[in-house]
């Protein structure tokens, strides 16, 4: 699948709010697309790896992205820059990653004439999610600008999942056949890759940034149940606070650690490491496009606990992958994290299952494939 596809003579253009998601997110799609023969420009704030998108042999642009603000000024200026930009290198096709390079990046190309659009939304994000007023008012807008850019003829809508697929249908009546539901981004088998579980206390790690609405909140509160049960499980949180409004502030994280109710390791380089040093993978996220840490955690065999919400249901599946549970669930959450640190069998099947799902359905090179052939089909 995808191997017919040439891209010979063609610029593909990556739009992208900050370098290292492009790199984590969209790097082996962009390698199809050179290989393919085109011609790859990547857009992006340009902070820590500009070197390394460099290196692969892509052009780089240097776009100033406001990634979470609404600030009317500093977006402007954003679209004005990104509008420039398409004028001056005329991709034949644009892919425009997450809600403001989606929205931004289809009316520079709406107006600039680009030949061929793909909008990807890796979720639904906090523009859909949050109750702030600013928001709220915001919101009317936005949906109207995804019905009117996404139904262009030379459109595409890429969705991770068939939930968000049948929400912008229903809410922005972005029109079906201009949506492909492509799951996610992929995970590299070989990095990602199966080793015994560590001796000891069984540990849970949450791999993700620190935001309230990836249910960290909800996991603590599941970690203190635990500690007054005297469960044998230890809860690990491992990733970045961001500044997206909902990010949880550095102090409260630091008095989670003092108060010793559950691990906060900070970022890390080494995914596949952290996931080899604990026994179970949690995301009590309150929605997903699909999930990366996920994905990287079904790739090191590691069953998981997650909150039955889209997204987190595609790749935590209930009794195959791993447990299922309701949103903003404490006690149920932390019944889950118990049963599985009881059950290493179970754990070993799980896990075993989950390593399958991602060698059948969300490798990489699959993910790729799937992309490059929606590309041909636009160009």
């Known amino acids: 699948m995808g191997d017919n596809v040439s891209l010979r003579g063609k610029t593909i253009l990556y739009l ?29 704030r340009v902070n820590d790896h500009g ?9 780089l642009a240097d776009i100033p992205f406001d990634r979470s603000g609404l600030n009317p000024v500093r977006d402007s ?51 859909f999610i949050s109750d702030s007023p600013k928001v709220k008012i915001l919101r009317p807008v936005i949906k109207l600008a995804f019905r009117l850019l996404n139904n262009r003829r030379c459109s595409r809508l890429i969705l991770q999942n068939g939930d968000d697929k049948k929400l912008f249908m229903r809410e922005m009546g972005v029109r079906p056949d201009h949506i492909r539901v492509i799951r996610g981004s992929g995970v590299d088998l070989a990095r990602f890759s199966v080793r015994p579980e560590p ?20 996991l603590v509160e599941a970690a203190r149940i635990l500690r007054k ?35 906060v390791l900070g970022p890390s ?21 699909l999930p990366k840490s996920l994905l990287e955690a079904a790739a090191c065999g590691r069953p998981m ?10 790749v935590c599946r209930e009794g195959e992958t791993g447990l299922l549970v309701p949103l903003k669930s404490t006690v149920e959450l932390a019944d889950a ?43």
């Open 16 to 44: 992208v709010t900050e370098d290292w998601y492009f790199w984590s997110h969209r790097l082996p799609v962009a390698r199809a697309a050179k290989q393919a023969g085109a011609r790859v420009v990547v857009a992006t």
């Open 51 to 59: 070197d390394r998108i460099r290196a692969e042999g892509f052009e």
């Open 77 to 127: 200026k954003t679209l004005m820059a990104v509008l420039r930009l398409y004028r001056q290198v005329q991709p034949n096709l644009v892919h425009h990653v997450a809600l403001k390079p989606a929205l931004y990046g289809a009316i520079a190309a709406w107006r600039a004439g680009v030949p061929a659009v793909v909008n990807a939304m890796a979720g639904m994000g906090f523009m």
């Open 199 to 218: 001796v000891g206390t069984p540990v849970a790690v949450c791999v993700s940034r620190m935001l309230w609405d990836k249910g960290i909140g909800e």
């Open 229 to 263: 049960r005297n469960a044998p499980v230890t809860i690990r949180l491992v990733g970045p606070t961001d500044d997206n409004p909902a990010s949880i502030p550095q102090g409260v994280l630091d008095r989670w650690a003092a108060e010793g109710v559950v691990e």
């Open 269 to 289: 380089n080494d995914i596949a490491a952290v996931y080899a040093d604990a026994h179970i993978a949690v995301l009590p996220s309150y929605r997903e496009g």
């Open 305 to 314: 606990v997650a909150t039955d919400v889209p997204g987190c249901r595609e």
């Open 337 to 379: 994290l118990e049963k599985l640190a009881n059950s290493p069998d179970l754990r070993r099947a799980m896990g075993a299952a989950a390593r399958n799902a991602a060698e059948t359905e969300f490798a990489d090179t699959i993910i790729a494939a799937e992309t490059m052939e929606l590309y041909q089909e636009l160009v």
